[in-house]
């Protein structure tokens, strides 16, 4: 097995203020938390994804407990732009509030502390007062947990946890007293609670789940997460431990064995487009339910399939093919008059210099600065796109072919531009149009409409959209890994059967 990058997963989430909670309390005995969101705006995005690293340890979970007469436990969910979902707990006697993302793809409960000096992120957040607490018990073990993108750094901590009306007692959680990942320094959540099992604990603490099971405060060994897709939703969804909302979800669940204790990991199977076969699981892969991953992510040679067939470019291929469709019959008729190909792009108003630089310094450049920027192209990279496309022309014309087969050439020519933000764009126009694809899970197919699959964020007046496939690739070439995100859990209510160990998905309502 091998680390799960999440950052290369999320690079798209924004990290943008939004309305707060409000707790209340309903007349059939459960908590409520009332929440609210924003829609994106494309100006905001930031990398904001964290990228857990993987430990594996041998012990195995301890035994359940037998008589659990407790009702199930609701939390309401923040829908954070369709990328996050995160609820509120309490830590401490009297209960500390904190942010959490409730995260299927790992296992420790950290949140920042109040001996977090050297780290700006910690003083946008609440932080754990420990001198505040009657219940707080100090271990003060250093601790570590690595991501992609960096690390927290903490100490080992023991006091009661508060979810919805659920009090865990002596929970070991980790203080972060250091934490250097820059997205922590924007993101609306305090800290991450997982939800994975004990084998891949850091410390291999007892995850809080296990310990909701073990001091019987679950009536069912299950737990289960409806994600709200609906942007004119004030509540973005919900988790509820040891049961289930009828509410949420039509039909019977499909269940499917973890076939790998750690992760809640499972086997899917072929995976279709419209109805043709991709045929790259068909065998079976392995896939992770990642309720802390936003996206969809999957091999690169399956998800460069799917992301061709769908429609979607990098952002390097989509500012190349703009550029020749807007410019292309220009360029073409000043090289037919017979203009100097390095003088055209100057003509058109693309270049304000006379182009001479070297495509592939040019190029080079459109692709460092696209790492750096982010999303758009700037005049320099309009006139590198412009130039290339008038050599490619050039180099097609002395070569005596029509214009027709030359910018089906050119175009082909960008699509096999590189795209090293992993970012793919689709005409927002195309969706009512695009194909669903379709996973395989015990037998049964799942299918993702395009407005499932596809994420619309704000740019100024317009919207842009992106597709939500992104390439994962392993370290071994035969171990084929998939991510199903929070997209794939917004399309299917999802139970976490702890006791069975098995997951199983029917169709979310709304």
Not at 187 to 215: C, K, R, T, Y
Not at 230 to 251: A, K, M, Q, T
Not at 417 to 444: E, H, R, W
């Amino acid at each position: 097995m091998i680390m799960v990058m999440k950052s290369h997963l999320v690079a798209i989430c924004l990290w943008v203020w939004a309305s707060s909670s409000a707790l209340t309390a309903s007349s059939d005995g459960l908590v409520r938390i009332g929440l609210k969101k924003r829609p994106l705006d494309l100006n905001k995005i930031k990398a904001a994804g964290i990228t857990r690293g993987y430990h594996m340890h041998a012990t195995a979970l301890g035994d359940t407990a037998s008589n659990l007469n407790s009702k199930p436990d609701v939390v309401y969910l923040k829908n954070y732009l369709d990328t996050q979902y995160y609820g509120e707990i309490g830590i401490g006697s009297p209960s500390q509030r904190f942010a959490v993302v409730f995260d299927t793809g790992s296992s420790n409960l950290w949140v920042p502390s109040s001996r977090c000096h050297y780290s700006i992120a910690c003083y946008l957040h609440s932080r754990f007062r420990a001198r505040l607490s009657k219940t707080y018990t100090k271990i003060g073990k250093h601790c570590v947990i690595h991501y992609g993108s960096g690390s927290i750094s903490g100490v080992f901590s023991m006091d009661h946890v508060k979810v919805g009306d659920i009090v865990i007692k002596d929970q070991v959680f980790i203080e972060a007293k250091r934490e250097g990942i820059f997205t922590l320094f924007i993101a609306q959540f305090d800290g991450i609670l997982g939800l994975g099992f004990q084998e891949i604990s850091v410390g291999h603490v007892i995850p809080l789940w296990s310990n909701m099971v073990l001091q019987g405060l679950v009536s069912q060994q299950i737990f289960s997460f409806w994600l709200n897709r609906d942007p004119e939703s004030r509540v973005g969804g919900e988790i509820v431990f040891g049961g289930l909302d009828w509410r949420h979800f039509r039909g019977d669940h499909t269940y499917v064995p973890v076939t790998k204790q750690g992760y809640w990991q499972i086997e899917v199977g072929d995976i279709f487009v419209a109805n043709n076969s991709t045929g790259f699981c068909e065998g079976g892969c392995a896939a992770i339910v990642d309720s802390g991953t936003s996206l969809l992510a999957g091999p690169t040679t399956i998800v460069k399939q799917i992301n061709h067939a769908i429609g979607a470019v990098g952002i390097v291929s989509l500012e190349c093919k703009n550029v020749v469709s807007k410019y292309g019959d220009l360029m073409w008729e000043f090289l037919q008059s017979g203009s100097q190909p390095e003088k055209v792009c100057v003509d058109i108003g693309l270049c304000a210099y006379n182009g001479s630089q070297n495509v592939d310094i040019g190029i080079k450049t459109v692709v460092e600065n696209e790492n750096r920027e982010g999303l758009s192209v700037d005049e320099n990279g309009l006139c590198t796109f412009c130039e290339m496309t008038v050599f490619w022309i050039q180099v097609q014309l002395k070569e005596q072919k029509v214009k027709e087969k030359i910018f089906k050439y050119v175009f082909e020519l960008c699509e096999r531009l590189p795209n090293p933000i992993g970012k793919s764009f689709i005409d927002c126009n195309d969706i009512a149009t695009m194909p669903y694809v379709t996973f395989t899970i015990g037998n049964k197919s799942f299918p993702l409409s395009p407005e499932q699959y596809t994420l619309k964020v704000e740019d100024g007046c317009s919207t842009v959209c992106l597709s939500g496939f992104v390439p994962l690739d392993v370290s071994h070439p035969k171990d084929s890994l998939w991510i199903l995100g929070d997209m794939f859990l917004g399309a299917y209510h999802t139970v976490f059967d702890f006791g069975n160990l098995r997951v199983g998905f029917a169709k979310a309502a709304y």
